[in-house]
């Protein structure tokens, strides 16, 4: 069988009535944007893209070079096409605006353009985080309240992974697909259909240094993981933390395991680590398509009902056995 494209992949998923023409050019624009952000990112020191760009985000955290640049990208790539009512992303505090010299879509598109940036400097893999929305405002400009939708009404879901190589996941509903990126034809190849996470597992992440602050629900969880085959688990576990969401939830998705971000007594404040609109609700999504389970610990993420557009939320996904195991932990208490 001759290489199948996104392209074409899109293409067929409009013939089968799955997506309509300007969603199927909605993310045929992210995949070109995101063939920008993974050349800027492989260039490196090479281009002067590394290190602090001197500003911060609306997270308050100092955003790097690669930070602003796959913003812009992204931002850029998407206000022509007559696809989008508006935009949002984790580098700018208000909602993004269509300018009035282009004509307005349907849907609303929400970026994490590079997560895990923090690892750039040190070469290690990051993402972009992309999740789609209806746009719930009618004919007048999008507000903020416009994209507070549950994580559920999401029409499409994906993510770049930066790494040995370019993988870009997505799914619109009907499974997860990933496609790689061949540089030299600039083509994204359909190398993954029907990605699935395998039900059970021996791998889990989170970041360790946090034991003393989690709740006793993870507190209990965790212990058991690393009791191992003593425990009564009755097998040993693996531990990784790339401290990239995309890395590690694209690791879950390719070989099983639970990816975990919980409430802990430092992020108890903020309601959680990682933010809801443009990082857990995508990965839910994709991560439910493909079979696993994804939530708070107390709620199901896609249930979520959005109060703030940047707001933080605890994150437990992966092999639904085992988020299964762990809500239950919280429902004990
Ligand atoms: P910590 C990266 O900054 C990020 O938002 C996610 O990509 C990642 O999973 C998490 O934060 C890492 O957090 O506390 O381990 O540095």
Redesign the pocket.
Known sequence: MGRVTLTQYLIEQQRAGRINPDLRLLIEVVARAVKAISVNVSKGALAGVLGEAGTDNVQGEAQKKLDVIANEILLQANEWGGHLAAMASEEVEEVHQIPFDYPKGGYLLLFDPL????NIDVNISVGTIFSVLRNSSGDGEPTEQSFLQPGREQVAAGYAVYGPSTLFVLTVGNGVHGFTLDREMGSFVYTHPFMTVPSETHEYAI?AS?MRHWEPPVQRYIAELQQGVLGPRGKDFNMR?V????A?VHRVLTRGGIFM?PLDEKCRAAGG??RLMY?ANPMAMIIEQAGGAASTGRERILDVQPHKLHQRVPVILGSASEVERVVAYHQEG
């Open positions: 997560d895990g940036s923090s970041n946090n933390w401290a990239s969401m995309v590690d971000y680590k990682l990082e």
